[in-house]
């Protein structure tokens, strides 16, 4: 038997997350078949994970069970929390004047500038020499 969830998808940089929310959990995190605090090492990145169950209030209230791929740390952690978000919505509609006041529903579209010619990154010029 398969117990119903709630699905959102999360992007951030090149990291792309799929959250599915259990109701009835106990406050479970699962990423990629790991602990939640296994795979998310860095102090204080869970909570900055949590943070739309946190504003809700809701944080024992759902299992959350996460496949993400690509990109970095940050990157992952953004995604997760903006996969959580839009599945919260899924959820409850009324939850979007909470989560959109703390702006948990925008997608960060910053990502990396690409190379120009002539010079070393995005912006860095080579050292200038006179002679």
């Given at each position: ?107 960060d579209a910053r990502a990396k500038e690409r190379k120009k010619p002539g010079l070393k ?11």
């Open positions: 038997m398969v117990a119903q969830y709630y699905e959102g998808i999360g992007r951030r940089k090149e990291a792309s997350a799929r959250v599915r929310l259990y109701p009835g959990g106990t406050g479970n995190i699962v990423i990629n078949d790991k602990d939640g605090s296994d795979y998310i090492s860095r102090e204080g990145d869970m909570g900055i994970l949590l943070q739309p169950l946190t504003i809700l209030g809701w944080e024992r209230t759902y299992d959350v069970s996460v496949h993400v791929n690509g990109g970095g740390v940050t990157g992952q952690r953004d995604a997760i929390r903006l996969g959580i978000a839009r599945a919260l919505l899924k959820i409850d509609a009324d939850t979007r004047p909470q989560l959109r006041a703390n702006g948990l529903l925008t997608r990154r995005a912006r860095k010029a080579p050292t200038y020499t006179k002679r």
